[in-house]
């Protein structure tokens, strides 16, 4: 099982030469990834807020093994043509790293969607991402791309250059198991990330369901989530590739971070 950092770029974190520090760092003491919220806004207290993809950026260039990526980015906020263009230029610039998180994203937690004239239905939110995806896919091939959905249209466009990684940039996508929804779309990808679980034993649960709607034996990841400190061995048990080791806002400091980033990745 791999280890990564998930860091919130809030406040302390909002600061890309910071993060690209401590991912270098990371990669010193050997951690796997370092994976990023993707925000506007977040509730306060929380004031200062980074933009992910300029800061993956600074990630890039700062390591050389470290795989990365916004995790989760709500694609029905970006537009499917810029974001093909990102992320190819993002893989080529951290020669094949680059990992895209993927879901619906949600308006309670601070406002993000409403609060800027977004889609706020998940239902209509649900099809947009699934569009986003099949562009995506489309132009990492890179062969012409004609795509005609109820949201998005591409007419004759062939998206070059490619990005590193063939077929093209993994994707996990997240969401809440028993949700049958979430977890077919996983299921057509590359990765499930399954939030809000309390238990290894509710992972366990939700890797067995994902395994059953998966069509094929290829290559497929199932990413946790624990807190610093937190023994992570009955995830591995439970089918876990990825864990993320991950800090609250309320609580987050610089020093908090380098001290659970120092204390390295080891499975206790």
Known sequence: MKRALWLPLFDCLADPPAVARLAADAEEAGWDGLFVWDHVRWREPVTHVADPWITLAAVATATE????????????????????????SLDLLGGGRLVLGVGLGSDRFAGEFSRFGEECDDRVRGRMLDESLEVLR???????????????????????PRPVQRPGVPVWAAGFPGNVRPMRRAARLDGFFP????SAEEFADAVGQVEALR??????DYVCEVEPGADVAPYAAAGATWCLTAFEPASLSMDHVRGVLSDGPAVR
């Open 215 to 220: 069509s094929d034996d290829g290559p497929f």
């Open 195 to 198: 939030v809000n679980l309390s």
């Open 65 to 88: 093994r470290l795989r990365f990526g916004p995790m989760v980015s709500a694609l029905t906020r970006r537009r499917p043509a810029k974001l093909a263009r990102e992320t190819a």
């Open 138 to 160: 489309a132009a990492w091939s890179g062969e012409e791309v004609r795509f005609r959905g109820e949201h998005y249209t591409v007419d004759g466009v062939t998206f070059l």
